[in-house]
């Protein structure tokens, strides 16, 4: 489906996206957006906080796993994710002495890096035109009828490609994420603040009178 006037109508809603991970450094928002699977942003950015003030990248190559998980447990899957973050740091020392590269590539071969984590860091490092397809993207992609019920992410991914102008990825996809995490909620969408609502068709939408 092709929505008439896409990108003002995000404009309109959401005129000022930008990340909503705090990061100072490069390594900081990779580790950020890996912390950030299956848990918002608010959380991760609390346990950054602390993580990032007891551990530079060196620090995090060398860190007891215990104490990783212990910081950063209510992130969930914290067991995993201290083993990514710590083999992450590793990594990257050894082969870009500690720096992000502009590799993706090298970003997908990471424990815990696929595609959406490296479509984020490459946009939001890099200004690489991308659209990152996370949880809220998928959503508002579907309820919108832009793709199909059981389409992938790659395959929402391709069709959002398609439909928007290159030059608008990395901001539409910023937009769209908060577009899905304030109004085009999973529960309780804000319909009437909404400017897609004569284009969608969601069995969620609200009848506004």
């Not at 319909?191 to 939408?205: G, M, Q, V």
Request: proline content about 2%; aromatic content about 8%.
């Amino acid at each position: 489906m092709v929505i008439e006037n896409f990108n003002k109508k995000l404009d309109m809603m959401i005129p000022d996206a930008k990340c909503e991970l705090n990061y100072n450094r490069d390594y900081e928002l990779l580790i950020a957006t890996v912390l950030s699977a299956q848990c918002t942003d608010k959380r991760v950015n609390e346990v950054t906080k602390v993580l990032f003030s007891n551990y530079d990248i060196y620090g995090l190559s060398e860190a007891d796993k215990k104490d990783i998980e212990r910081i950063i447990r209510s992130c969930g899957s914290h067991t995993k994710k201290s083993s990514y973050i710590i083999e992450i740091a590793k990594s990257l020392i050894t082969n870009y002495n500690g720096v992000v590269p502009n590799n993706r590539e090298y970003l997908e071969s990471l424990p815990g890096v696929g595609r959406k984590t490296a479509n984020v860091v490459l946009s939001n490092l890099f200004n690489v035109a991308a659209i990152a397809v996370d949880t809220h993207v998928e959503r508002v992609s579907k309820r919108l009828k832009i793709a199909r019920k059981n389409d992938s992410v790659l395959v929402v991914e391709k069709k959002l490609m398609k439909m928007i102008p290159k030059d608008l990825w990395s901001r539409s996809h910023h937009q769209m994420v908060l577009f899905g995490r304030y109004i085009c909620k999973a529960r309780g969408p804000l319909c009437e603040n909404c400017s897609f609502y004569d284009d969608c068709s969601s069995k969620d939408k609200k009848a506004i009178k």
